[in-house]
């Protein structure tokens, strides 16, 4: 149906308008009622002059309606201002033609305009609707809205003007009118929903709305009063509406028809197609006489309607034979009414423009206006007193908070370089040599710094021995030698000079050196940086800290930046709303609708009027209820953020602490180069006059010693010669015998060179078994440049007096110092806090340690605390005692060195001895707690160091290695990977073989076992290297419980570490006056394991310790401990700087024990002594088993204290 011919539409005829003459009356009520000039109303006159002739010559198109919309909007303003109704002061008379009897109707009414006008726009509208041919889906829309506006202006021409102006506007005529509108709407609704297939069962209904609507046509049409009214297109209208009501009922029932047949009701199939035949038979009656088109409608109907009965009833008669209903019994389609009248608006401005006659108000529409604007004013105070104290509670809520959205995730921050931080990285990227000209400076300066000191000091040394040995020639000779009144030598007057200038010097470089320690202070300080800012920007990036977060920070972060996007939101949107509310009421002017309104009716207009502001009260009341629950939710969040807000502030406070730094690190750079610069032209001037100076006291101090041998001479010829002391010969001993003799001689004092100075030449001698008892003395060193680099020791040890007779000495750590006594490391093997006695004493130190920092932290009335001035005070005495440190050996290494300003000091340097030189970058930290043993700090290996690094672990038998670099640095490159990887696969490091025995990861740190062996020996050691994998490139590792817990496995190892056995002890019966090794080596890291010693004791046939005697109470052969300790051999304890711990001792030698494998694996140095002297225990010669007597020699009960007391003498002949 839907490709069916359109049916024709009736349109109406439009009235004929005759005269309106309103210049007159206009100008006349202004000029009276207003007060006003009625000429300057003349060009609004003509404005509305010209919309009339507008409208009453309307062009038949859509133009035109807008035309007589906008006329009929102004005639209404007008009537608003001027009152030209019926009977009214400016009333004028105005003509229409009556269009069915086509008589001219007056009346002196304006309304009796508008009522025309408004019934010309829904004929044009009529026009306009049947105009078009509906055969597109667009022509059907406008067609529909056209009829739909022509129902509009006839509904509300009924509604709003009185029906006696003319007959072609009574009630009867506009419900026509009105009734034929809609049906003809509802028609092209009906085209246009066949034409989208639309459901049969809302087509139908649709058909019976048009149907309903043309009956309602029809009998207004049958009225007699609307027929005499009409003449004779009354009949034509009946004729066709008739048509129509049988035609669409003929569609209704055949879409009726379809919905049976899609419900597989065949039945009512048939009766609604036989329905349908029959309708549209009676419309084919009625249509005699109509156009072509309403014939084509009709035929092409016929031929759908009964193509599809026929077909439904042979299907029903022989196929589904179902019984077919009468009509009646069926269900009446009821219609749905699809369209509707559009309203005319008269005052709407888009539709009737701005208003001509705008400037005319009366004063009853100001006073109106006024009492609106005051409703406005009361609306507008109460909803801002509610938003004010919602907005009180909400600051006083978030203000102590401190949440601002826009910081409280920060987090894009640390994933870029900040802006300043990239010019200075740029800048020094166009210098790429910046750190090694300031590290080159600050070498040179150092150089010449240490040249100055150096000659300062030898001017000193050359001054102080020649006051000593002034002093001694005046001892041997007498004080009454030298002739009184005799003029002082030229030399004692030039070295007086010398001394004089010396002391302007020292004074002059005292001051300097304060000067120039500061300067490699903040060089130190900035250097790091420096090299950091001219490196790849990745590390730079690397260096700013940054948050770490888990994932239920970051989502506790993003829940509180949810909640608190909600109170932002909720806020800018109240301050919309208000906004919003404030600019509706200003712009909110009614005064031409009260022009327009009667003063009965304003309150009721003001009521509506301010329904305009119910929308945006509802939102506004909406937003102020959401606060309380938004407000609970963010103290939830908050409460959640504290620990995460804490950690972010503090990463905060590092990043730009950091950025900072390296900003004054890059800003101070020139100011160091300048200052470096400085003092070396200071320092070359000073290192001139130095070197004339040191000249200078070298020749008096010639002259004054040749002046001294000259008197010495003339005294020793005033004596008589000496008798010669010649030694006696003393016999060639072994080696081993000298060594263990070399003890008893060990107890004679010290002998320096100047020792025998009081003698005369030839009676300095001594036996030489007594002077090889002597240290040699210390000869003085020349004090060049040259020298101070050589790595030869600077001191040499000698013996402590020692009496004869006395046991073995304890082995302890000795102290490199020269004349401090070395002490034993105190081992904490278990926990000292078991006993809460100890936990009351800590707690008590506690409290007065805390009571302590109170008191120091307490500010003076000088505005400092008494800690700041204690710690100022210990780093001035740091800073003064690393300016009386050297570092020139180590500058003599620049290649061996990963940082040029980390250097060891060259008095407690490592230094190896069988290396091609003695430097390692490695510096001995000692004395650091009476439980801390030796360590050695030590930069990580470098490509060309890593021999020497093992080297060091070798010769100073380290047993435990501590490595502080993570897993990524080995993986950038960054440090060497200078230990084996791979499980049995050797790896040579100069004469050093290292093999990895087994790895273990640990939740801190990776444990690696490694086996060393030097050149061919059989000898092997092992070394455990521990790994800490948390340690970042830059700063300090964030979880300071991992790094406890590392330090305590370390800790661990340690004391596991400490040996059962030493493989060489060097023990004799009397003390020795040197041992063999240094005394921390005798120990090996637990090279021998228990079951070693069980397989040894296995293979010699000693019986098992249960059925062998029990053990004394000590060994017979075990000597006490010796009060004074034992000196370390020179060389031995030099200096050092990575991560190594050297093994001590263990302590004093354990209880006796109760079995022989215990007695035997208790065979330390500490414990081990063959003086059986102090147990008196008798010693066992060849005569005890020669002449054994009962119950003695082999015979005799073993004793229980001997280790070896079960060993079988015939196990060689028992083995088999």
């Known amino acids: ?223 007699s009063e609307t027929a005499s009214l009409l003449g004779k297109i009354q009949k034509d209208w009946k004729k066709l509406v008739q048509m129509k009501i049988y035609y669409f009922a003929a569609v209704a029932h055949l879409h009726m028809g379809k919905q049976a047949e899609e419900q597989q009701k065949f039945g009512e199939r048939v009766i609604y197609f036989q329905s349908a035949l029959d309708k549209l038979n009676e419309a084919i009656k009625l249509a005699k006489g109509q156009p072509e088109t309403v014939q084509e409608a009709l035929r092409f109907t016929m031929d759908v309607i009964g193509g599809k009965y026929n077909s439904a009833k042979k299907d029903n008669d022989f196929i589904y ?44 529409a100001h006073e109106a206006s006024s009492l609106y604007s005051e409703e406005k004013a009361k609306l507008l105070r109460d909803v801002m007193a509610k938003i004010e104290a919602k907005n009180e509670v909400l600051d006083q809520f978030m203000d102590p908070m401190q949440l601002d959205p826009e910081t409280v995730d920060n987090l894009d921050m640390y994933s870029h370089i900040p802006p300043i931080l990239m010019e200075k990285c740029a800048a020094l990227s166009v210098r790429p040599d910046t750190v090694k000209n300031l590290v080159q400076s600050m070498q040179v300066l150092s150089g010449v710094f240490t040249d100055v000191e150096a000659s300062l000091k030898e001017i000193r040394d050359l001054l102080e021995e020649d006051e000593a040995q002034e002093r001694k020639l005046q001892e041997l000779l007498g004080k009454g030698s030298v002739p009184q009144g005799s003029p002082p030598p030229a030399s004692s007057t030039g070295l007086a000079e010398v001394s004089k200038e010396c002391s302007k010097y020292m004074e002059v470089h005292e001051k300097a050196s304060f000067t120039n320690t500061e300067l490699h202070k903040a060089m130190n300080l900035h250097i790091g940086n420096l090299r950091l800012l001219s490196g790849p920007l990745e590390q730079v990036r690397a260096a700013l800290p940054s948050p770490t977060l888990s994932e239920d920070d970051k989502q506790v972060l993003q829940n509180l930046k949810r909640i608190l996007g909600k109170v932002q939101e909720m806020r800018d949107q109240r301050m919309s709303l208000e906004q919003q509310l404030r600019e509706m009421i200003q712009k909110d002017d009614i005064t031409t609708s009260l022009v327009t309104t009667d003063r009965s009716e304003m309150k009721k207009l003001f009521e509506e009027q301010l329904k305009k502001y119910d929308q945006i009260k509802v939102y506004l009341e909406q937003n102020l209820a959401a606060q309380e629950n938004i407000l609970k939710a963010l103290t939830d969040a908050n409460v959640k953020y504290a620990a995460v807000r804490k950690a972010l502030a503090e990463v905060e406070h590092k990043w730009n602490t950091t950025v900072q730094t390296l900003v004054a690190s890059y800003e101070a750079y020139e100011d160091l180069m300048k200052k470096s610069q400085e003092g070396k032209d200071f320092y070359t001037d000073l290192e001139g006059k130095a070197a004339k100076l040191l000249e200078k006291a070298r020749a008096a101090c010639q002259a004054a010693e040749a002046n001294r041998q000259q008197i010495l001479e003339k005294e020793m010829k005033k004596h008589p010669p000496p008798r010669p002391t010649a030694p006696k010969p003393s016999l060639q001993k072994k080696p081993l015998e000298l060594e263990a003799e070399g003890p008893e001689v060990g107890d004679l004092p010290p002998l320096g060179s100047l020792g025998l100075a009081d003698l005369p030449e030839d009676l300095r001698s001594l036996p030489p078994d007594v002077l090889a008892a002597h240290p040699t003395a210390f000869q003085r060193q020349s004090s060049s440049t040259d020298d101070l680099l050589s790595s030869s020791p600077e001191s040499q040890h000698g013996g402590s007096k020692a009496a004869v007779g006395q046991p073995l000495l304890q082995p302890t750590k000795a102290d490199a110092k020269e004349g401090q006594k070395p002490k034993a490391v105190q081992l904490i093997e278990n926990d000292p806090y078991e006993k809460p006695e100890r936990v009351l004493r800590l707690r008590a130190e506690l409290e007065r340690f805390r009571a302590l920092l109170q008191r120091l932290e307490q500010t003076e009335p000088g505005g400092t605390a008494e800690l700041d001035a204690l710690w100022k005070e210990l780093q001035d005495a740091q800073e003064r005692d690393a300016r009386q440190l050297s570092i020139a050996i180590a500058r003599c290494y620049s290649m061996k060195n990963r940082h040029q300003d980390i250097m060891p000091y060259d008095r407690n340097r490592v230094v190896l001895r069988s290396g091609k030189d003695d430097y390692i970058n490695a510096s001995r930290v000692e004395d650091l707690s009476p439980y801390c043993p030796t360590i050695i700090a030590t930069q990580a290996p470098l490509l060309g160091t890593a021999a020497d690094f093992w080297l060091m672990i070798y010769e100073q038998k380290v047993s435990v290695v501590v490595m502080l670099v993570s897993e990524q640095e080995l993986e950038k490159q960054k440090v060497l990977r200078y230990f084996p990887t791979e499980r049995g696969q050797p790896v040579v490091q100069g004469p050093i073989t290292l093999v990895l025995s087994s790895v273990k990861a640990a939740p801190t740190h990776v444990e690696r076992m490694i086996t060393l062996q030097y050149r061919d020996q059989s000898l092997k050691r092992t070394v455990i290297h521990l790994q800490f994998t948390s340690w970042p490139e830059l700063g300090l590792p964030d979880s300071k419980a991992s790094l406890l817990r590392f330090i305590q496995d370390v800790h661990g190892h340690y004391l596991h570490q400490r040996p059962l056995h030493t493989p060489h002890p060097w023990c004799t019966p009397l003390p020795q006056l040197y041992f063999q090794q240094d005394p921390q080596d005798l120990v090996l890291g637990g090279d021998v394991p228990i079951s070693s010693i069980q397989a040894t004791i296995a293979k010699l046939s000693i019986k098992p310790p249960g059925t062998g005697t029990d053990g004394g109470t000590a060994a017979d052969g075990v000597c006490a401990p010796n009060p004074e300790p034992v000196p370390e051999p020179p060389g031995d304890a030099e200096s050092s700087n990575h991560v190594e711990e050297i093994p001590p001792p263990a302590p004093a030698a354990p209880p006796a024990p109760t079995s022989s494998l215990e007695l035997l694996a208790s065979l330390t140095p500490e414990a081990f002594t063959l003086d059986a002297s102090l147990k008196g225990k008798q010693r066992m010669n060849k005569q005890n088993f020669l002449q054994a007597q009962t119950g003695e020699g082999l015979r005799a009960p073993r004793p229980s204290d001997d280790p070896l007391s079960m060993l079988d003498p015939l196990w060689t002949l028992n083995k088999s």
């Open 1 to 223: 149906m839907e490709a069916v011919p359109r049916m024709p539409m009736i349109w109406l005829d439009l009235k004929e308008a005759g005269e309106f003459a309103f210049n007159a009356a206009v100008k006349k009520f202004v000029l009276k009622n207003y007060g006003e000039n009625p000429e300057n109303y003349n060009e609004e006159l003509r404005k509305l002059e010209v919309l009339r002739q507008s409208a009453v010559n309307v062009p038949r198109d859509f133009e035109g309606c807008s035309t007589l919309r906008k006329y009929f909007g102004q005639l209404h303003y007008l009537q608003s201002r001027i009152p030209m109704g019926a009977e009214q002061e400016a009333a004028v008379p105005i003509a229409w033609t009556e269009i069915f009897s086509g008589k001219t109707v007056t009346h002196e009414d304006i309304k009796y305009e508008q009522a025309c006008i408004l019934y010309n726009l829904g004929a044009l509208h009529s026009m306009l609707g049947a105009m078009d041919k509906r055969v597109s889906e667009e022509g059907m829309k406008v067609s529909c809205t056209h009829f739909q506006c022509a129902a509009g202006a006839f509904t509300y021409l009924r509604d709003h003007f009185p029906h006696s102006y003319s007959v072609d506007m009574s009630h009867q005529i506009l419900n026509l009118n009105i009734n034929l509108m809609l049906g003809q709407a509802q028609e092209c609704l009906l085209e246009k929903s066949m034409l989208d297939n639309r459901k049969s069962f809302l087509v139908a209904r649709i058909s019976a709305q048009v149907v309903d609507y043309y009956k309602e046509a029809c009998r207004a049409l049958e009225n």
């Open 321 to 364: 034979h179902e019984a077919v209903p009468a009509l009646d019994t069926l269900q009446s389609v009821k219609g749905a009414p699809l369209v509707k009248a559009l309203p005319v608006n008269p005052t709407d401005p888009a539709v009737t423009g701005p208003d001509i006659f705008a400037k005319l108000v009366p004063m009853a």
